[in-house]
């Protein structure tokens, strides 16, 4: 297959090339604005490959996306391209609402054209998968999952954001018959991820010594998964996932805040024994305004309808991705130095 990756460029679309290209032997073709987030250095893995093709593209420009539905006749897109930190939501949405409510627009549009020009088994085959996020059902309390039923709840500028594109998604998918499947992802980490957030943060952070700035009581919880997981999920999705459905992913592994960067100190205890212990170096500071308290995904459909199961655990996932940044300061290095120091970032101003 010829694949549309937008926002291939950055931590999950990154992941998701490699695996398309890498493991399955698709071909891509990368959209990517190249914002602060995006990061070529991830992609050098498959970027020599005859498979790979990137185009710098802001998907909110109509008139380029459509030249690159001419020009490469893709059999799926994955949509990826969006903001995605939520302080940075905080500190400036307009950003969010132009790529996330205004960019899927313009790709929803561009594929309903395109396919309106297509036959009958292009247009039968097609498929667009528009990723997004578990922070649209909102905030659970101690109890309960989020399954594809749970009506959407955002609380922040992001979280909203990516409802918006959803519910496009879905209504482009109703009205006039674009192909897209929704998939709603809990929290990613691993290998490439930027950092600003929270695990890569805290591995840079406790590397050099410095406070690990855990916000509020560190009692939040968020549902893990690998980024790798998440990559083989979307694949499977494209290949066997029905058009109008919702498939939520997550990996089961629901974890406090603080027992995260408690298992962080923990693995470089082990692995950078420098600076140890690593806990010493935890602080607690101010919340982030509007914190979801829990997130927790109902994998079950995908389980069960598509035989998916997340490889990795939160502990041997968690163990890869900080033996992942000990060995690759090449890779984050210029990323800490030049694009992104570690400030607090999201607090609202009195
Ligand atoms: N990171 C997570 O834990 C997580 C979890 C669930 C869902 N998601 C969703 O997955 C997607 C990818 O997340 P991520 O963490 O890899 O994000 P990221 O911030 O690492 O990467 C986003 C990429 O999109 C590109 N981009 C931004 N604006 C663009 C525009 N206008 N046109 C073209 N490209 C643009 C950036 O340059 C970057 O390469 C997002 O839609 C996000 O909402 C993320």
């Known amino acids: 297959m010829r694949i549309f ?35 070529l250095a991830s992609l050098a893995p498959v970027s020599d490959s005859p498979l ?19 020009r490469h006749a893709p059999d799926a897109i994955i ?12 500190s400036g949405p307009g950003v969010f609402l132009q790529t996330n409510v205004i960019g899927t627009f313009t790709l929803l549009e561009a594929v309903r054209a395109y396919l309106a020009g297509a036959g009958k ?49 879905k209504a482009w998918q109703r009205t006039y018959g674009v192909p897209v499947i929704v998939s709603n992802c809990s929290n990613n980490y691993g290998p ?45 999705i494209l290949g066997r996932g029905r058009p109008g459905e919702t498939y939520n992913i997550g990996g089961r592994n629901e974890r406090k805040n603080l027992h995260v960067v408690q298992r962080i100190c923990e693995a470089m205890d082990r692995l950078h024994p420098d600076g140890a212990p690593h806990e010493r170096l935890i602080t607690f500071v101010a919340d982030r305004p509007g ?8 994998a079950a459909k995908l389980e069960t309808e598509l035989g998916w199961r997340a490889q990795e655990t939160f502990e041997t996932g968690l163990e890869k991705t900080v033996a992942w940044f000990l060995e690759n300061e090449a890779w984050w290095r210029p990323l800490r130095q030049g694009v992104y120091g570690g400030q607090r970032l999201g607090l609202i101003q009195a």
């Open 79 to 90: 949509h990826l391209a969006a903001e995605s930190h939520v302080d940075r939501s905080i």
């Open 192 to 236: 490439y991820h930027f950092p600003e957030k929270l695990i890569p943060l805290m591995i840079l952070t406790a590397l050099e010594g410095r406070p690990l700035p855990v916000y509020g009581d560190g009692a939040n919880v968020r549902d893990w998964l690998y980024v790798e997981d998440h990559a083989r999920a979307l694949a499977l």
């Open 121 to 169: 088994a292009k247009s039968d085959s097609f498929r667009m998968i528009h990723v997004s996020t578990d922070e649209v059902y909102g905030s659970l309390g101690d109890e309960g999952l989020f399954t594809e039923e749970t009506p959407y709840d955002p609380s922040s500028p992001y979280s909203a954001s990516k409802a918006a594109s959803d519910h496009l998604a």
């Open 52 to 70: 790979y093709k990137f185009a710098k593209v802001d998907i909110c420009d109509a008139p380029a996306v459509a030249a690159l539905f001419d």
């Open 5 to 39: 990756v937008t926002g291939g460029a950055g931590f999950i679309g990154s992941a998701v090339c490699r695996h398309l290209i890498g493991d399955l032997g698709h071909e891509v073709v990368v959209i990517d604005k190249l914002t602060y987030a995006a990061n």
């Open 291 to 298: 914190h979801d308290r829990r997130y927790a995904i109902d």
